[in-house]
């Protein structure tokens, strides 16, 4: 999700002076870092669970037959022909 950046640059444009600008600028990196301050959190939340379920599947992959349904190797299986 990006933000947009709405009509800063014409405000930018029609500013008169150093003190009209720096409120707007200060308001857009805010809103910036609001932005991001939620990607961050969705992003952890999706990294958190992605890493909880494979947790669980390599946990129930983990049988004597081997993992996935492969089987396991032994030394006379991993040997060259």
């Known amino acids: 999700m990006f ?3 709405s009509n800063l640059p014409k405000k930018i ?3 008169k002076d150093i ?6 600028q200060t308001e ?3 809103s910036q870092m609001r932005a991001l301050s939620e990607q961050v959190k969705d992003l ?3 990294v ?3 890493a909880s379920d494979g947790k669980k599947t390599f946990v ?3 049988t004597d037959e081997g993992r996935a349904g492969y089987p396991r190797c032994t030394k006379s299986s ?4």
Do not use: I, Y
Not at 78 to 81: D, G, H, L, N, T
């Open 3 to 5: 933000c947009r950046p």
């Open 13 to 15: 444009v029609q500013t």
């Open 19 to 24: 003190q009209e600008l720096v409120p707007m």
């Open 28 to 30: 857009f990196l805010r």
């Open 44 to 46: 952890s939340e999706t």
């Open 48 to 50: 958190s669970k992605a």
């Open 60 to 62: 129930r992959g983990s």
């Open 78 to 81: 991993s040997k060259a022909a």
